[in-house]
């Protein structure tokens, strides 16, 4: 994508409000690359192309900050703290994640191909990419 779009997208994120991992729910078959990263005073944007493999998962987390992201290949099934899918994404889709830990969920790969997004994080300076969270009791 442009760069401005890309600011258009961070600029729509960052209206929709403003440690070290437990690992509790690891991810699994996930890759990122850090193709941007900026911080200006209390606020550190970033920009990641994660991809995910068929059967993968990101595992159980939450956001500091929101993100945003576009489907760039395959399909994204998210599913909520209440092990519900709340939405499937395919290509070109956009997905807006709000932040807190009371908005724990985990985005799954349960197609034949990889999954690849392009992803948009507004975080408070330092905060890490995402926070691991423990499964729900539903997902046992």
């Given amino acids: 994508m442009k760069p401005s779009t890309w600011v258009a997208l961070v ?16 991810p699994t ?40 992201a576009v489907v760039v290949a395959g399909t994204l099934t998210h599913y909520g703290a209440d092990c519900r899918v709340d939405h499937v994404y395919g290509p070109g889709e956009v997905v807006v994640e709000q932040a807190g830990p009371g ?22 300076a330092g905060a890490p990419f995402a926070t691991d969270a423990p499964a729900p009791a539903c997902e046992g």
């Avoid at 078959?29 to 606020?43: H, I, N, P, R, Y």
């Fill in 11 to 26: 600029a729509a994120t960052a209206s929709l409000g403003a440690g070290t991992p437990a690992r509790a729910t690891p």
């Fill in 29 to 68: 078959g996930v890759s990122a690359t850090l193709t941007f990263e900026k911080t200006v005073g209390d606020t550190r944007v970033a920009v990641r192309r994660i991809t995910i493999a068929p059967g993968g998962d990101t595992g159980y987390h939450y956001h500091d900050g929101p993100v945003s």
């Fill in 103 to 124: 908005n724990v969920h985990i985005g799954r790969n349960e197609d034949r191909t990889p999954l690849v997004l392009e992803v948009v994080y507004v975080l408070p």
